[in-house]
């Protein structure tokens, strides 16, 4: 894509926790890397001690701003406040322990320049027994493998086929770029949900209801860096969640898209094969696909009774 990008301005809005301070230092450094940068960056902290010092070290390279509350668990109010505040036409949303690869909001910015109105979520790891070693900050672990997708090869991904059918069921909300209006047409995330997932999910679903498009975009990958999962905003009880997330299976009226650039695919893969497959950990004999070149675990698939698709994800789209 080679598409103008003068038009486009990011807010980018980081949310962070009690325990996140590290995952927050590491997030930073990546978006004051980025090679289009953010005009402003906005850290909403959900009641943690000790990052308004982690911001600090980043306010002379960032326009950045940070806002404390009560810790209450919530990540959607979080979200809202910072959307609220935002002062640019687009937004880009990252939960604090991603770490957006260098040209990912410049991969945003190409993109929504051309269609303003669709949702993009970036790919991002999310398979706990893949570990490795960051490509971009070497001492932070973090995990690679994007279960959304449920075979890796050389020439391309292959996504699972639910995520095709009913993509606000794989719409994870932690590396996501919307415009402002579209957003504030479904009033933000549901501040009933608390602690982990269901809202981002919700807010899926609200959107295609709406008649917006979501779809999945790999040039602005990103590192899902390990992090506690002892957490309070994780071990919340079913009762102290307050909303659960009703399942909607039903099929999209429009053609949902794995989206890349013929460079953006090139940085990904090059990464995976060369960097994550050579330093990581964790790739048992029993979480291995049929190819060998494509070490991913059982596709969420096969849960609902749907054949995974074994041709190769088109290039641009699918």
Same mark, same amino acid.
């Given at each position: 894509? #080679?598409?103008?990008?003068?038009? =486009?301005?990011?807010?980018?809005?980081?949310?962070?926790?009690?325990?996140?301070e590290q995952?927050?230092?590491?997030?930073?450094?990546?978006?004051?890397?980025?090679?289009?940068?953010?005009?402003?960056?906005?850290?909403?902290?959900?009641?943690?001690?000790?990052?308004?010092?982690?911001?600090?070290? @980043?306010?002379?390279?960032?326009?950045?701003?940070?806002?404390?509350r009560?810790?209450?668990?919530?990540?959607?109010?979080?979200?809202?406040?910072?959307?609220?505040?935002?002062?640019?036409?687009?937004?880009?949303?990252?939960?604090?322990?991603m770490?957006?690869?260098?040209?990912? !909001?410049?991969?945003?910015?190409e993109?929504?320049?051309?269609f303003?109105?669709?949702?993009?979520?970036?790919?991002?790891?999310?398979?706990?027994?893949?570990?490795?070693?960051s490509?971009?900050?070497?001492?932070?672990?973090?995990?690679?493998?994007?279960?959304?997708f449920?075979?890796?090869?050389?020439?391309?991904?292959?996504?699972?086929?639910?995520?095709?059918? @009913?993509?606000?069921?794989?719409?994870?909300?932690?590396?996501?770029? =919307?415009?402002? /209006?579209?957003?504030?047409? =479904?009033?933000? @995330?549901?501040?009933?949900?608390?602690?982990?997932?269901?809202?981002?999910?919700?807010?899926?679903?609200?959107?295609?209801?709406?008649?917006?498009?979501?779809?999945f975009?790999?040039?602005?990958?990103?590192?899902?860096?390990v992090?506690?999962?002892e957490e309070?905003?994780?071990?919340?009880?079913?009762?102290?969640?307050?909303?659960?997330?009703?399942?909607?299976?039903?099929?999209? #009226?429009?053609?949902?898209?794995? !989206?890349?650039?013929?460079?953006?695919?090139?940085?990904?893969?090059? /990464? =995976?094969?060369?960097?994550y497959?050579? /330093?990581?950990?964790?790739?048992?004999?029993?979480?291995?696909?049929? /190819?060998?070149?494509s070490?991913?675990?059982?596709?969420?698939s096969?849960?609902?009774?749907?054949?995974?698709?074994?041709?190769?994800?088109?290039? #641009?789209?699918?």
């Open positions: 894509m #080679n598409m103008n990008t003068s038009q =486009i301005a990011f807010s980018v809005i980081v949310t962070t926790s009690p325990g996140r995952n927050l230092a590491a997030c930073l450094a990546l978006l004051k890397r980025q090679l289009y940068p953010p005009l402003e960056v906005l850290v909403i902290d959900d009641g943690s001690s000790h990052a308004k010092e982690i911001c600090r070290k @980043f306010e002379a390279d960032l326009n950045l701003s940070y806002f404390w009560e810790n209450d668990c919530c990540v959607s109010k979080s979200r809202n406040l910072g959307a609220k505040m935002a002062q640019e036409e687009h937004l880009v949303f990252l939960d604090s322990d770490l957006l690869n260098p040209h990912g !909001l410049a991969a945003y910015a993109y929504l320049h051309e303003p109105e669709h949702v993009l979520y970036g790919y991002f790891g999310y398979v706990h027994e893949y570990i490795a070693p490509y971009f900050i070497g001492s932070r672990e973090v995990m690679w493998c994007d279960r959304r449920e075979e890796y090869n050389p020439q391309g991904l292959i996504p699972a086929q639910n995520m095709i059918r @009913f993509p606000h069921e794989w719409a994870w909300s932690g590396n996501l770029a =919307i415009k402002k /209006t579209v957003y504030d047409s =479904i009033a933000g @995330f549901d501040q009933e949900y608390r602690g982990w997932g269901g809202e981002d999910l919700d807010f899926a679903w609200r959107l295609i209801q709406k008649n917006w498009q979501i779809h975009f790999l040039d602005a990958w990103a590192e899902h860096q992090h506690n999962r309070k905003f994780h071990q919340l009880s079913q009762v102290q969640r307050n909303k659960e997330y009703e399942h909607q299976y039903e099929k999209v #009226n429009y053609k949902v898209q794995i !989206l890349h650039s013929s460079e953006g695919w090139k940085r990904l893969k090059n /990464t =995976i094969f060369s960097h497959l050579k /330093t990581g950990r964790g790739l048992s004999e029993r979480h291995q696909s049929q /190819t060998k070149t070490p991913l675990p059982q596709s969420e096969g849960k609902n009774g749907l054949k995974s698709s074994k041709s190769p994800a088109d290039p #641009n789209a699918l």
